[in-house]
């Protein structure tokens, strides 16, 4: 009689992504694999093709998880917040977000959350829909909106980024930097705002 070993009990693909997630932010999101999330459960690579797609779908279910957590962060700190303050606590969440949870935030800049031709449902809270809001309430024409957000991204990323690679050598503070950076998106977003009003 052959012996045929008995799945893992509790390896599920909500368990494997959280592992996944979890293994990219000690590791690095490029030292994400299917042997290393494996080796947590104590199962064969192969097994975990019941649960995910291969390590294209792992990475995008973590980029997914990732993004979904990133926005729920987004807003639980806005909290109703609108006006400058809302762009003010938005930028600190995203930044904090990136400390915490380095490999999942790189997952949302370089995985592509589906691949072309795929339909799923769409994510909730989404960051973008997030930061769609902090501009409505910033009166920025709907318009404007798609144009502004890639400006914005593209000074958070640029900061998280520099930050978490050595890229600030000067011995300034770095915190008073990403100030600079938050209230000259104030006076972009809201021309003739006064600092902190």
Known sequence: MECVPMPRAGVTPERVVREAALLSDEEGFDALTLSGVAQRFGVSVPSLYKHVEGLGGLRRSVARAGAQELGACLREALDGRTGPDAWRVFA???RRFAHAHPGRYTALQRAPLLP????????SPDPVSVL???????????????PVMRALRSALHGFVDLEANGGFG????VDT???????SCVRMLVP??????
């Open 92 to 94: 600190h969440a995203y």
């Open 116 to 123: 072309s031709g795929t339909e799923e449902a769409p994510l």
């Open 132 to 146: 769609a809001e902090v501009l409505q309430g910033l009166g920025v024409a709907e318009s404007r909106h798609v």
């Open 170 to 173: 000067f011995p300034a503070d």
């Open 177 to 183: 930097s990403f100030d600079v950076l938050v209230e």
């Open 192 to 197: 003739g705002a006064d600092e902190h009003g």
